[in-house]
């Protein structure tokens, strides 16, 4: 009963059959690799997975883990019913009801339970083996005894006669035991290399299967950090969109009550100039000199230059221009924050992770100190009495770094003292080491963002463009695009702010160059690459 309790639990739900490399979905199932395997790519085409079991839906392909619990009892439970299916031979003279047998007889070609094994012959002809279905393939064929020896040269199973007269004669021959001993030990050793591999074989699947259980997870946080992003962006975006609006609305505004204003006071003078015009007309009409001549203040009437004048509307009945008086500023100052926006958006996925950077000491002039996590820069008054080599820099204070890149985007960013002159880029390692031609940003082989004095420049091939805003942050992110051929500057503030873009061909490895200098006679002059 139990072992059909546990053979119940053991089948797979799609093929019916023992489980076979046991995999569980998410929600707890469990079924053969095969079988789930083909039951997820025929819904593959559905755009929608569920378990065959509890049809619990999901989105996107479930990953499968294998089950090893599952897995042993399974070829445990497989191993014990063929056990049972050899084992399972009945007596041959038990006709009534089947009786397990204990011996099998070779003679005879009978198997025998307990009772009659004691009524047995006892001859040594009659020789006893434990349980066999085919008692007839324990016999020589040719002369029907008992297969006694093993055929080293020909690998078969003979008999006495076959030794002696047969076809085998002559030839080396062991004893059936003994044979079966020796390739028992064989097997064992062939069946331990077989293990051996099989438990490598089942950490690599598990290894992989941890792989991709972690891949799915970085890729679901990545898809959060993404979606969050975006969110952020479309929320500064709206907030922006509403600023501006808000602003062009305000200035619309007051634009239409400057422009009522004027019109309303335009209106009364309108009036007035007709009131004048009419009272004109009819001293214009009168027949009586001396009532046009006693009408007093008609001079001013009939002044020509007054009718186009302004004093009376204080000189703002002037023809306003279409958009002069919309104040483009804050817009212009608002889309600026919206390129910061973007910028900083574009700073902060540039890659995963920061570029390991390490400095090369055989690269550093003899004035720098280099710290012994290869991180740090310092300009010193002492020489550090370093050899003269190819390598070295010899008319600047400068390094290069171990690492070099040849594709992909990669970022890293530097911290500066505020005192002294420092220089910070990348250049190719075919750079002059010595010369005018060799300080970074002055040759067509470096690029640089550099401070002298508290001003900012960037440098390449002797072309030096000063920048127009003060950084006031000690730390600098320089960015490397090599495939679209791109290096850029960022300050690391609050929002982070784009500093400068070079745009080139990279022809060879480009690698984080620093110089540090010290013009005046106090303070320390470093620059440090954060980790």
């Known amino acids: 009963m139990a072992s059909a309790i ?4 053991l089948l797979c739900s799609i093929c019916l059959s023992t489980f076979k490399d046991p995999v569980m979905m998410r929600c707890g199932h469990n079924f053969c690799r095969v079988c789930i395997d083909r039951v997820l ?3 593959a085409g559905s755009g929608v997975y569920s378990c065959p079991d509890c049809r619990e839906e999901f989105q996107v392909r479930p990953a499968v ?4 619990n599952f897995h042993n009892v399974a070829e445990r439970f497989l191993i014990t019913q063929q056990e049972q299916e050899i084992t399972g031979i009945c007596c041959t003279y038990c006709v009534d009801s089947p009786v397990p047998a204990v011996r099998s007889c070779l003679h005879c070609e009978a198997s025998l339970c307990d009772k009659h094994l004691r009524a047995h012959s006892k001859s040594p002809e009659h020789v006893l083996s434990d349980p066999s279905t085919s008692l007839e393939k324990m016999k020589c064929s040719v002369h029907k005894k008992i297969l006694e020896y093993y055929c080293t040269e020909d690998a078969a199973c ?7 007269a047969g076809e085998h004669w002559g030839h080396r021959v062991e004893m059936v035991d003994e044979a079966s001993k020796k390739k028992k030990e064989k097997l064992t050793n062939v069946l331990q290399k077989l293990i051996t591999k099989k438990e490598k074989t089942e950490e690599r699947v598990l290894s992989l299967e941890e792989h991709w259980r972690k891949a799915q997870e970085k890729a679901a946080g990545e898809g959060e950090r993404v979606t969050a992003l975006c969110t952020d962006i479309r929320r500064r975006v709206d907030d922006l969109e509403k600023k501006v609006l808000s602003e062009i609305s305000r200035q619309e505004k007051e634009e239409s009550l400057s422009l009522s204003a004027l019109i309303h006071q335009l209106e009364i003078k309108k009036d007035e100039l007709s009131r004048k015009m009419r009272h004109i007309e009819e001293l214009c009409n009168m027949t009586d000199p001396l009532t046009v001549l006693q009408e007093p203040d008609t001079g001013d009437l009939c002044d020509p230059e007054e009718v186009g004048g302004d004093e009376d509307t204080g000189g703002h009945d002037k023809q306003p221009h279409d958009g002069d008086d919309l104040d483009v500023a804050v817009i212009s100052h608002t889309l600026h924050t919206l390129c910061e926006v973007i910028s900083g958006i574009r700073s902060g996925i540039y890659v995963v992770s920061p570029a390991d950077i390490l400095l090369d000491v055989t690269t550093a002039a003899d004035n720098l100190l280099i710290s012994d996590d290869l991180k740090t820069a310092t300009w010193t008054r002492e020489e550090q009495n370093r050899p003269e080599t190819a390598e070295r820099f010899q008319d600047y204070n400068q390094v290069m770094s171990r690492r070099g890149f040849t594709s992909g985007r990669h970022y890293w960013d530097v911290e500066s003292s505020r005192s002294g002159r ?3 880029g990348m250049c190719y390692p075919s750079i002059d080491r010595r010369g005018d031609q060799s300080e970074i940003g002055y040759n067509n082989k470096s690029w640089s963002l550099g401070r ?8 390449h091939d002797r072309t030096i463009i000063q920048l127009p805003d003060k950084i006031s942050s000690d730390r600098v992110r320089i960015c490397l695009d090599y495939g679209a051929g791109q290096l850029s500057f960022y300050e690391l503030c609050d929002p982070i702010r ?13 690698h984080p160059a620093l110089l540090v200098d010290l013009p005046s006679f106090f ?7 954060c980790s």
């Not at 546990?6 to 639990?9: A, N, Q, V, Y």
């Not at 303070?523 to 690459?529: E, K, V």
């Open 6 to 9: 546990l053979r119940d639990e």
């Open 452 to 459: 002298y004095n508290n001003q900012y420049s960037v440098g």
């Open 498 to 510: 784009h500093l400068h873009t070079f745009t080139a061909t990279f022809s060879e490895p480009l």
């Open 422 to 424: 420092w220089m910070v």
């Open 158 to 164: 003979i008999c006495v006669s076959c030794s002696l």
């Open 65 to 68: 883990m294998r089950n090893i």
């Open 41 to 43: 790519d025929t819904q």
């Open 523 to 529: 303070g320390d002059s470093w620059i440090r690459i």
